[in-house]
């Protein structure tokens, strides 16, 4: 890659590789996008940006696309047009660039995705081990570490069978922070749990939103939106309908896709 002199973007792709990009300077960034799965269009030229330590929650009806535009940050869709720029660079598909970008970027599912044969500590470790490079007992006393930050350091020798979901899901968030992220995705991460467990995952993410994480996150929790966000997105109709302060779009929404997605959730 040239330098940063030759490249003015490229210093800020090293600091958001480094961890350090300037609060308020926008890190992720959708100029234009499309993303079509054959002749179907999920959805259609959104302009989006996002933060440093800004909390972007994507609401919206079930099949919208917000969990297609998440993956699209990832790189793990390719859109049909358009681009995403991180941290000053296109985001491209060459498997190098993404590998690069993603070990900046964490990720957490609905599922889970632990490894069932590992115990909860080494499913945090194998990665920093495998992609990080760190050292086993490095890797293993950041997830004691991580453990800890989430409420589980008494799990730690633990099988995930043996675990709640809330609890499972809390060790996926633990796994994408050992990565040491600069952005988090969240995809529903709270879909598949029992009702009374949500509360734990969410009480996780609130407290790294006051850390100042920089977070996405696809969510049906308008509590957890209301509370933590900076921004609301509401994803309906092919592109972005609405978008601004939780209070303006949850309680004062302008559009009348908006208003209208409201008032079904509020009749459920």
């Known amino acids: 890659m040239p330098d940063s002199e030759n490249n003015p973007d490229q210093s800020a792709q090293d600091r958001f590789l480094a961890g ?20 179907t269009v999920v959805f259609s030229d959104v302009d989006l940006e996002v933060g440093v330590s800004e909390v972007v929650v994507l609401i919206g009806p079930s099949g919208a696309g917000k969990s297609t535009l998440l993956r699209c940050v990832n790189g793990l869709e390719e859109i049909t047009s358009g681009e995403i720029v991180v ?43 495998d992609v990080l ?27 995930p069978g043996s675990l709640s979901g809330g609890q499972q899901q809390r060790v996926a968030i633990a796994r994408a922070l050992a990565m040491d992220p600069a952005v988090m995705l969240f995809d529903e991460p709270t879909s598949a749990l029992d009702p009374e467990l949500v509360g734990e995952v969410l009480a ?55 208003q209208h997605f409201l008032s079904e959730l509020s009749d459920h």
Request: charge should be neutral; hydrophobic fraction near 40%.
């Open 87 to 129: 941290a000053g660079q296109t985001l491209s598909y060459d498997q190098k660039h993404l590998n690069r970008i993603r070990s900046r970027i964490g990720m957490v599912f609905q599922s889970f995705n632990l490894f069932p044969h590992m115990s909860v500590t080494e499913n945090i470790a194998v990665a920093q081990r």
């Open 20 to 39: 350090d990009a300037d609060k308020g300077e926008s890190i992720v960034q959708l100029r234009g996008v499309t993303k079509k799965f054959g002749e």
């Open 133 to 159: 490079g760190r050292g086993k007992d490095e890797a293993i006393q950041k997830a004691h570490s991580l453990l800890e930050r989430v409420g589980l350091s008494h799990k730690a020798d633990a099988y």
């Open 204 to 258: 996780v993410m609130k407290d790294l939103a006051e850390e100042g994480m920089t977070m996405m996150c696809v969510t049906h929790e308008m509590r957890f939106a209301r509370r933590v966000a900076d921004r609301v997105v509401l994803i309906a109709d092919h592109g972005i309908a609405e978008q601004g302060p939780p209070d303006q779009v949850l309680d004062h929404p302008v559009t009348e896709r908006a």
